[in-house]
């Protein structure tokens, strides 16, 4: 059965740091490119981040880029998003989801709220 | 950066009838390269992530009922339910991912 299941999200403050990470199974992990894609209800899905299978080649939403860094661990079947200097438009739930392109499975989601 | 805009922002319809949601992208998603349209349809129930619908603008995906179907090119793109069961009462997102990613606003389709 396919999984992807997030954890990582709290409360942070701003300026802070949270790593999220993405435990994957059912399917051979490092053949799939992998994304990060956020929600919020005013300004509804946004992607985030994308990493190649291999974990080569890394995407990234200018609204995060230099902030932000995805990576991923084959061995682990394990992906994650480090994110930095963390500001309150950040606040979201965050997805992992399985593509590059169209995404074709994705978890459940975990909460970032960035606020003093 | 490529601007998707869906239109209505939500819509009721009764059970058995027809809905209908476009999606009109700021450039064209079509590829030169493989001549597909860079453009995929999502479903989100509440609670729930979303769950891919449609993707090169009109393949189904697996398991997707046939009642879905996704149609357009270029700019303008349209998903349509063609006989609503109320297990269909989702919002629902277009999606480029011809020029970095971007998603529409999202349509609400309720029963009336």
């Known amino acids: 059965e396919l999984q992807l299941v997030e954890s990582g999200g709290g409360l942070v403050q701003p300026g802070g740091s949270l790593r999220l990470s993405c435990a994957a199974s059912?399917?051979?992990?490092?053949?799939?490119?992998m994304s990060w894609v956020r929600q919020t209800p005013g300004k509804g899905l946004e992607w985030v981040s994308g990493i190649g299978g291999s974990g080569l080649s890394t995407f990234y939403a200018d609204s995060v880029k230099g902030r932000f860094r995805i990576s991923r661990d084959n061995s682990k079947n394990t992906l994650y998003l480090q994110m930095s200097s963390l500001r309150a438009d950040d606040t979201a739930v965050y997805y992992c989801?399985?593509?590059?392109?169209?995404?074709?499975?994705w978890g459940q989601g975990t909460l970032a709220t960035v606020s003093s | 950066d490529i601007v998707v805009t869906q239109s209505p922002d939500s819509l009721a319809v009764s059970l058995g009838e027809r809905a209908t949601i476009n999606c009109k992208s700021s450039?064209?998603?079509?590829?030169?390269?493989?001549?597909?349209?860079?453009l995929a349809w999502y479903q989100q129930k509440p609670g729930q992530p979303p769950k891919l619908l449609i993707y090169w603008a009109s393949i189904r995906e697996s398991g997707v009922p046939d009642r879905f179907s996704g149609s357009g090119s270029g700019t303008d793109f349209t998903l349509t339910i063609s006989s609503l069961q109320a297990e269909d009462v989702a919002v629902y997102y277009c999606?480029?991912?011809?020029?970095?990613?971007?998603f529409g606003q999202g349509t609400k389709v309720e029963i009336k």
């Open positions: 059912g399917f051979p992990f490092s053949q799939f490119d």
């Open positions: 450039q064209s998603v079509l590829s030169d390269g493989n001549y597909k349209n860079h």
């Open positions: 989801a399985r593509g590059l392109l169209a995404l074709d499975f």
């Open positions: 999606q480029q991912y011809y020029n970095t990613r971007a």
